[in-house]
Antibody, heavy 119, light 113 residues
Framework: EVQLVESGGGLVKPGGSLTLSCAASGFTFSDAWMSWVRQAPGKGLEWVGHIKSHGHGGTTDYVDPVRGRFAISRDDSKNTVSLQMNSLKTEDTAVYYC??????????WGQGTLVTVSS | DIVMTQSPDSLAVSLGERATINCKSS????????????LAWYQQKPGQPPKPLIY???TRESGVPDRFSGSGSGTDFTLTISSLQAEDVAVYYCQQYYSNPLTFGPGTKVDIK
């Protein structure tokens, strides 16, 4: 059974930093493209970015509002993926989901972790 | 970026009746090399993460009841729930994966009439 367990959410001040982690199990992590999707309170879904498997270059891509502030990394030896978030803004407040991508369709979702950016 | 729109914003359907949700992309999401539409549908219930329902526009995920079906091609797509059950009350999202950034529709809320 695929499991994705996020951690690291919490309250942070505007301009601050936070790192989210996702522990994965139940599939061959090293072959998986991993992504983060967020959902602001009461709003819709927004893809944040992804990191390809090392076999596909291990490259990352991001949505424009977070490019240059957020960074996704992976550790295939620990089956973990991380989201480093810097220069946080109030509009980054959301539940952040760790997900797997299959050709771009998101086929597994974690339960999510809430990030609140507020002074 | 490909912009996804959905209609209606919400709908209420009687139990056992058909529910139809429309999704439109601002450009074609049909990938010519494999003739597949890069379009997925998700169901989200309150307090839960989204659940994948359909990918390649019409392929149901394992375990998804066959009352859920997807259709369409190019820029226009439809999710149909053939006989609405109480457990189908949720928000439904379409998503394109033709190009980055992956983008979602705004969602359609389905309720019982």
């Amino acid at each position: 059974e695929v499991q994705l367990v996020e951690s690291g959410g919490g309250l942070v001040k505007p301009g601050g930093s936070l790192t989210l982690s996702c522990a994965a199990s139940g599939f061959t992590f090293s072959d998986a493209w991993m992504s983060w999707v967020r959902q602001a309170p009461g709003k819709g879904l927004e893809w944040v970015g992804h990191i390809k498997s090392h076999g596909h270059g291990g490259t990352t891509d991001y949505v424009d509002p977070v490019r240059g502030r957020f960074a996704i990394s992976r550790d295939d030896s620990k089956n973990t993926v991380s989201l480093q978030m810097n220069s946080l803004k109030t509009e980054d407040t959301a539940v952040y989901y760790c997900t797997t991508e299959f050709h771009g369709a998101i086929n597994n979702w974690g339960q999510g972790t809430l990030v609140t950016v507020s002074s | 970026d490909i912009v996804m729109t959905q209609s209606p914003d919400s709908l209420a359907v009687s139990l056992g009746e058909r529910a139809t949700i429309n999704c439109k992309s601002s450009q074609s999401v049909l990938y010519s090399s494999n003739n597949r539409n890069n379009l997925a549908w998700y169901q989200q219930k309150p307090g839960q993460p989204p659940k994948p329902l359909i990918y390649w526009a019409s392929t149901r995920e394992s375990g998804v009841p066959d009352r859920f079906s997807g259709s369409g091609s190019g820029t226009d797509f439809t999710l149909t729930i053939s006989s609405l059950q109480a457990e189908d009350v949720a928000v439904y999202y379409c998503q394109q994966y033709y190009s980055n950034p992956l983008t979602f529709g705004p969602g359609t809320k389905v309720d019982i009439k």
